[in-house]
Nanobody
Framework: QVQLVESGGGLVQAGGSLRLSCAASGRIFSINTMGWYCQAPGKQRELVAFITSGGSTNYADQAKGRFTISRDNAKNTVYLQMNSLKPEDTAVYYC?????????????WGQGTQVTVSS
């Protein structure tokens, strides 16, 4: 069984910063793409950013220039550094990972961490 555990969410004023972390645990052989998604109340879950095992990154338009995704493969952990936060960034942020385990492959979601940006 593979689990993703997120941390780092919270309440911050507009213009502030937060750093989210997501650690994968379990019988992991390797992890392919890891990503962050967000879901605001009444809206669909949407991609924020993802990073491949080789370190290539991709960002949604609203994250470009403000957010940075990174990963530590030795720790099976992905990070999201969020700067210049805006009230419209308020959402639950979910970690996602495409995980290889012995003889199988899973797409796994974390439980989510709340980010609230006050104006």
């Amino acid at each position: 069984q593979v689990q993703l555990v997120e941390s780092g969410g919270g309440l911050v004023q507009a213009g502030g910063s937060l750093r989210l972390s997501c650690a994968a645990s379990g019988r992991i052989f390797s992890i392919n793409t890891m990503g962050w998604y967000c879901q605001a109340p009444g809206k669909q879950r949407e991609l924020v950013a993802f990073i491949t095992s080789g370190g290539s990154t991709n960002y949604a338009d609203q994250a470009k220039g403000r957010f940075t995704i990174s990963r530590d493969n030795a720790k099976n952990t992905v990070y999201l550094q969020m700067n210049s936060l805006k009230p419209e960034d308020t959402a639950v942020y979910y970690c996602n990972a495409d995980v290889n385990i012995p003889a199988s492959r899973f797409n796994v979601w974390g439980q989510g961490t709340q980010v609230t940006v006050s104006s």
